[in-house]
């Protein structure tokens, strides 16, 4: 099975050699594929000097090449990514995510019936100092109670965190839980029929709605036991804003099982 990664290369001057740095050290890269938009006019010249040498390097590597003042955003530059692509399986990742050596082992675990595969994340600041560990944990419903158990596959339920057990029926007593996290390995399949990441609906968080959707449509996905990629955390992220909030209890409204079973 082959895998294209897609990416978007946007002030990346800071992370850009340890994330080629991800696909020189990822064991069997040279039988999968990177897909990369590169917002040219955000990054310096020497950053944009070592992108064009990578490239030109890997003949398993293609680019797109955008300004400032045609950049549709990092959404909508995924979703073009995507519709390039030419494999069953495709891995979104940031510049600033880091892939362990033995990433691609999660194809093994692929079968017919799975349709995203994914792993626990090692959290680090942006000094690169360990934060945590991100385990993936199924929630499960009995007598209106909610039972965590530790799982290698997850659902819709999982993707919202409930911090308030008393009120498990309204959308204030839960938080996004993105259980997917950075770097997911899926099938295209589900762009296809599904449809792609709704930038405009979901801004910082359409990835989220995303996953949510493809659950709602039963789609199977798969937690692996080990960590194998690193994701670095800062206050200042998209995804940390508050305004998302909203957005949030809209996606809530839309998916989770509590609420559509109450309707």
Not at 99 to 109: A, E, G, I, P
Request: proline share 3%; with cysteine.
């Amino acid at each position: 099975m082959i895998v294209t990664f897609f990416s978007c290369l946007y002030n990346s001057d800071k992370y850009i050699k340890s994330f080629f740095n991800n696909f020189n050290n990822l064991k069997e890269f040279k039988n999968h594929k990177l897909i990369l938009t590169n917002i040219v006019d955000s990054n310096n010249r020497k950053t944009n000097l070592i992108i064009d040498n990578f490239v030109n390097n890997n003949n398993n590597v293609k680019i797109i090449n955008l300004n400032k003042n045609n950049d549709p955003g990092l959404y909508e530059c995924w979703n073009n990514m995507i519709k390039l692509s030419d494999t069953e399986l495709i891995c979104n990742i940031n510049p600033d995510d880091i892939l362990d050596n033995d990433f691609l082992s999660l194809l093994k675990f692929f079968n017919h019936k799975i349709d995203l595969i994914c792993c626990p994340v090692k959290i680090i600041n942006e000094n690169n100092l360990k934060i945590s560990i991100w385990h993936k944990y199924k929630y499960t419903f009995d007598n209106n109670k909610i039972i965590k158990n530790k799982t290698q596959y997850f659902n819709l339920i999982n993707m919202f965190k409930l911090v308030n057990i008393k009120n498990i029926n309204l959308k204030e007593s839960y938080k996004p839980l993105n259980l997917p996290g950075c770097s997911p390995i899926w099938r295209k399949k589900l762009f296809l029929k599904y449809g792609g990441f709704n930038q405009k609906d979901f801004k910082e968080i359409a990835d989220f709605e995303l996953w949510c959707r493809y659950l709602h449509n039963n789609a199977i996905m798969y937690c692996y036991d080990n960590v194998l990629v690193t994701f670095r955390y800062s206050k200042k992220s998209l995804s940390n804003r508050n305004n998302n909030l909203n957005i949030f209890y809209n996606i809530w409204m839309l998916y989770h099982p509590l609420n559509n079973l109450n309707k």
